[in-house]
């Protein structure tokens, strides 16, 4: 793990030895998750791709300070306040540049699909295209999304009392959200990611990224991006249906030219980069390898 600081804050990151391809790919992961769940797909494609992984800023190491440090509110700027999609496109732009990454491919998870396609639109000549995973959207129900944000905050509200009072909680977090259950590592992985989030950046990226402006802006955001947009998405995934997956896809130029931008995996929910690394990561190879000239 290497640490960079962005305008203030630490950002945790892996970034694996350069390779003959022309593009970095760069993994974003999903709220409440950290740059750990992309290893797996790494493991299997660092040998011919260089690849980075970072921690979202609030999440995984790159930690924000206390709340209560008056100290480090005034040496933060206070767009660091700002947890959009768009903020931690941000937060990406200045991190790649920092970093010397000329030409990359953006690979992102849930929330980590919208900041790679908000970081597509913000870089046009240094984003060679984007993947995104369990990602889609584009549609917003009142009813659904307050229940999403609710349950969301209640499970923020709550997770002392889960971290220190309920047994084998990690039991749960091997089940929810998943098609098969992960293994005790990943389980025991996505509690610890849960317990140091930084309750700020949770609660505000929850409710910033599902505002009805924000959802309702991704159709029109897919539809200008000149870049290749590919989607990946798990055919039993009951947070992102792929139902809506394919509706985003259908922005894309590339879907209205063949119609193939979407990739299902079969018997895979919420976080396929872990359910099934080796089907995510051939079809992240299939895909660059569409795109190699």
């Not at 999903?30 to 992984?53: M, N, V």
């Not at 768009?86 to 790649?96: H, Q, T």
């Not at 491919?105 to 295209?129: C, E, Y």
Request: aromatic share 10%; with cysteine; proline share 5%.
């Amino acid at each position: 793990m290497a640490i960079m600081e962005i305008m203030g804050v630490p950002h945790a990151y892996d970034l694996t030895a350069p390779r003959d391809y022309p593009h970095t790919l760069v993994f974003i992961h999903g709220w409440l998750l950290s740059r750990r769940y992309w290893q797996p797909s790494i493991d299997l494609l660092a040998s011919d791709y260089q690849c980075l992984a970072y921690d979202l800023r609030g999440f995984g190491d790159s930690q924000l300070g206390s709340q209560n440090d008056r100290s480090l509110e005034s040496e933060v700027p206070k767009w660091n306040a700002d947890y959009t999609p768009a903020a931690y496109a941000r937060d990406l732009e200045l991190l790649l540049e920092e970093l010397n990454i000329s030409s990359a491919w953006l690979i992102g998870h849930s929330l980590g699909g919208s900041i790679a396609l908000r970081t597509a639109d913000r870089l046009p000549h240094r984003v060679k295209g984007a993947i995104c995973v369990n990602a889609g959207g584009g549609i917003y129900i009142k009813e659904v999304f307050e229940r999403f944000r609710a349950a969301g905050q209640q499970m923020l509200k709550l997770r002392p009392r889960w971290l220190c009072h309920l047994p084998a909680i990690d039991v749960f977090f091997r089940y929810a959200n998943v098609a098969r259950p992960l293994s005790g590592y990943w389980g025991r992985q996505r509690l610890i990611d849960l317990a140091i989030a930084h309750q700020e950046a949770a609660v505000r990226t929850l409710l910033d990224s599902t505002t009805e402006t924000e959802v309702n802006s991704l159709p029109q955001l897919v539809a200008r991006l000149q870049q290749p947009v590919y989607f990946i998405a798990g055919a039993k995934d009951t947070v992102m249906e792929p139902k809506y997956v394919h509706y985003l896809a259908s922005f894309h130029p590339l879907f209205q030219a063949c119609g193939e931008n979407v990739r299902e995996i079969p018997d895979c929910g919420h976080l396929a980069m872990v359910e099934q690394p080796e089907a995510v990561a051939h079809q992240i190879r299939t895909i660059l390898d569409c795109h190699r000239a």
